[in-house]
């Protein structure tokens, strides 16, 4: 796969990371004052906006926005499947899995031309 097609999936991969941690990672510490959390998720987010803005730049030249949102989508699941399980103690059930499932059909359809 050539470079200009492979960036902007790995920089998706990257700053979903970020984006998880940013949305979901303050569950953990339900503890901390709720503005300390706004304030830890919004500093995480400026490092997934360092990745996600190239990563759409970047794979406009390949990809359609349709396109780029559709990969997006899937990869936050990913992302956000193995977060839950791994970080959170979360694992997915089978109505999850089901469901991410039906979307990475609909991103899928994105695709066809």
Known sequence: MP?????????????NVFMTFAWYGHLRYKSAPLMVAIFASWGIAFFEYCLMVPANRIGSNVYS?????????????????????????QPLKWN??????????????IFLE
């Open 65 to 89: 926005a349709p396109q780029l949102k559709g990969m997006q989508e899937v990869i936050t699941l990913l992302v956000f499947a193995g977060f839950s399980a791994w970080y959170l103690g």
């Open 3 to 15: 470079l200009e097609r492979l960036a902007p999936i790995l920089l998706l991969f990257g700053s």
């Open 96 to 109: 999850h899995w089901a469901g991410f499932a039906l979307i990475a059909v609909a991103a899928w359809l």
